[in-house]
């Protein structure tokens, strides 16, 4: 499934929800990116950008709940749920190419917004990796548009979390053997 199919999709299942949002406000539609360096190769590091590597240095808070595959793996067209506070959010994993360290994901918090993360990996030499996130957030409602605002601005501090969590994990794993 491409990106343009899931966005497509995630739009008719949206709108039910616009066609009765009254307009009393415009709707945002906000872009935040960072860059990070990740201490190892790009082969090694690239795994740790799906659902199931990113367990290894995301926290207890992901916790991805596969749907689609079974057993759960990290493939392009995974669909999955992360609860999000109160509101479980569905995710589906629209590119995942490990070689060319390309990744995006799109989720839904129903009746709120749509996020688009789109991952880059390029190799930095030859034992690090520079990583480059782009959050694309979009309201669904007037109340959305306050969770785009806070998200967006929490993203913009997001680069040195994920800069630490994941050395910080690579860091801890032992080596694999010779």
């Known amino acids: 499934m491409t990106a343009l199919h899931t966005l497509v999709a995630v739009a008719a299942i949206s709108l039910p929800v616009l066609a009765q949002a009254p307009r009393q406000q415009p709707l945002l539609h906000l872009n935040t990116s960072f860059d990070f360096l990740v201490h190892a190769p790009l ?37 999955f ?12 994993n629209t590119l995942f190419d490990l070689d060319a360290g390309r990744f995006q994901y799109v989720y ?14 390029t190799s930095n030499g030859h034992n690090s990796t520079k990583v480059n996130v782009v959050y694309t957030r979009t309201a669904l409602t007037a109340d959305g548009n306050k969770h785009v605002t806070a998200m967006s601005q929490a993203d913009k501090t997001a680069g040195k979390e994920w800069e630490q969590s994941i050395n910080e994990s690579l860091a801890a794993s032992p080596a694999p053997k010779q």
Do not use: C, Y
Request: charged share 15%.
């Open 43 to 79: 082969a090694k590091a690239a795994p740790l950008f799906g659902p199931e590597g990113e367990r290894a240095w995301a926290g207890k808070q992901w916790n991805p709940e596969f749907i689609h595959p079974q057993p759960a793996r990290d493939v392009q067209s995974a669909v």
């Open 81 to 92: 749920t992360i609860q999000h506070g109160p509101i479980k959010a569905v995710w589906v």
């Open 108 to 121: 839904f918090l129903p009746e709120t917004m749509v996020t688009v993360i789109d991952v880059h990996l």
